[in-house]
């Protein structure tokens, strides 16, 4: 129980890897608000704690605005008299390719995770540093905000945009003793179903069964679980050391993001004017540029969705 007496507000945990992370907490001995748009999946989530000797409530909201942000802080000190731990994990998908996006599809997903995150985490620190607590801000980031993905542009900003935010938040809440990390997951979700890819991986988890090694070694792709660890441990009094980091976890895998950094430098007396770029540029870079998107191994034969079909 080495999280007990904290308490932790986890958003869009009423189901999948906010569930996970709330029960894993709770697990902890952790006091857990529970966030979700569905007043019947919060009572759900809610009640897988306290079934087991937990401590849960429920705040039913949408993430995004300063309001739902205030009522989160409130319902944890309302409930539990404290908060020690945020994590926001709510988001929404509205994939789509550029030209199909709408306005509409663009300004929803950022409301939620990027604006979400924003507001949610404001609202936190403001009460750790009133109150001298050395909180836990612990952000959701995704491979698409550090590779980038096909169909993804308003997912990509935001998780991209979440790691940039928590890189400053670092700095500014060192003097308070508040640490901020990302956490980067892969792992089975209703988003990672639909992906043959990932079916075998998808299909024995929904059987209860083991996962196959390629998924879980080569892959580093798990279950919701498998993340949960690495949430409950940054939010532990171990990791105050630990800030301004995106810590990758899924399966057997854990990875720890560099930040960007210059991959090759060159000087030219009087600066770049436009022939010299035209002159030196694939000379000088051509060989150094980078990859976009991830890049996965071939899934072995037996592993193909075409296998499982044959069977």
């Known amino acids: ?9 986890v958003t869009g945990s009423g189901r999948g ?36 000797g937990g401590r849960a409530v429920a705040v039913t909201a949408a993430v995004g605005s ?8 409130e319902a944890a000190v309302e409930a539990f008299g404290r908060l020690d731990i945020l994590v926001t994990n709510a988001g929404v998908l509205r994939d789509k390719s550029l030209l199909k996006m709408t ?32 909180g836990r801000i612990i ?6 905000g550090q590779r980038g993905n096909f169909g993804q542009t308003n997912y990509a900003a935001a998780k991209a945009g979440i790691v940039g935010m928590v890189r400053t938040w670092a700095l500014e809440m060192k003097r308070a003793g508040v640490t901020a990390n990302v956490v980067i997951p892969v792992a089975a979700t209703a988003m990672t179903e639909t992906i043959p890819f990932f079916e075998r991986a998808v299909q024995a988890t929904a059987r209860g069964e ?18 949960a660890g690495l949430v409950a441990f940054l939010a532990s009094d171990a990791a105050a050391n630990i800030t301004g980091q995106a810590i ?32 030196s540029f694939q000379n000088l870079f051509g060989d150094k540029l980078q990859s976009v ?9 037996e592993l193909r969705p075409e296998a499982a079909s044959a069977k």
């Not at 569930?19 to 608000?33: F, H, P, S, T």
Request: hydrophobic share 40%; aromatic share 10%.
């Open 293 to 301: 998107g991830e890049e996965f191994p071939e899934l072995p034969p």
């Open 103 to 134: 306005d509409e599809d663009f300004d929803l997903v950022i409301n939620v995770h990027l604006r979400g995150t924003f507001t949610c985490v404001r609202e936190a620190f403001a009460y750790f540093k009133e109150n001298n607590v050395p």
């Open 248 to 279: 990758g976890v899924g399966g057997d895998r854990l990875q720890l993001w560099s930040h960007p950094e210059a991959v090759a430098t060159e000087y030219h007396e009087g600066g770049w004017g436009y022939e010299d770029l035209q002159a």
């Open 17 to 52: 890897l906010g569930l996970a992370y709330a029960q894993e907490l709770a697990r902890r001995g952790a006091a857990v608000v529970i966030n979700d748009v569905d007043p019947a999946v919060s009572s759900e989530a809610v009640d897988s704690i306290t079934a087991k």
């Open 139 to 144: 952000t959701i980031g995704s491979p698409t």
């Open 210 to 227: 083991a996962m196959p090694e390629f998924f879980r070694k080569e892959l580093g792709f798990g279950t919701a679980n498998d993340v």
């Open 66 to 73: 300063t309001e739902t942000a205030k009522k989160l802080i």
């Open 1 to 9: 129980m080495d999280l007990k007496g904290k308490v932790a507000i």
